[in-house]
């Protein structure tokens, strides 16, 4: 079994920052990938970024310039840095966690509040 922990989001201005943080624990697989997915009210959920353990990346065109996900695989962490944060962005954000193994598995969702 896998377990996913996140921590962070919250209310922010428009053009601050809010950074998020995922950790996967019990038995992690090697290979993964980690990222997040993103939820607002009366839309289907979409991918914000993923990372493999090989460090390769993935972005929704909306947030390319402005987010940044890293990992550290001896943590089995992963972190999104949302900067420059625009309304639009304003969503439930899960961390996602997927492996050969176990296939997707979703965190408990983190609210991200974008509002002047």
């Known amino acids: 079994q896998v377990q996913l922990e996140e921590s962070g989001g919250g209310s922010v201005q428009p053009g601050g920052a809010l950074r998020l943080s995922c950790r996967a624990s019990?038995?992690?697989?090697?290979?993964?990938?980690m990222g997040w997915y993103r939820q607002a009210p009366g839309k289907q959920r979409e991918l914000v970024a993923a990372i493999s353990s090989g460090d390769s990346t993935n972005y929704r065109d909306s947030v390319k310039d402005r987010f940044t996900i890293s990992r550290d695989n001896g943590k089995n962490m992963a972190w999104l840095q949302m900067n420059r944060l625009k309304p639009e962005d304003t969503a439930v954000y899960y961390c996602?966690?997927?492996?050969?193994?176990?296939?997707?598995?979703w965190g408990q969702g983190t609210q991200v509040t974008v509002s002047s």
């Open positions: 019990g038995s992690v697989s090697i290979d993964n990938v």
């Open positions: 996602n966690y997927w492996d050969r193994l176990v296939g997707a598995l």
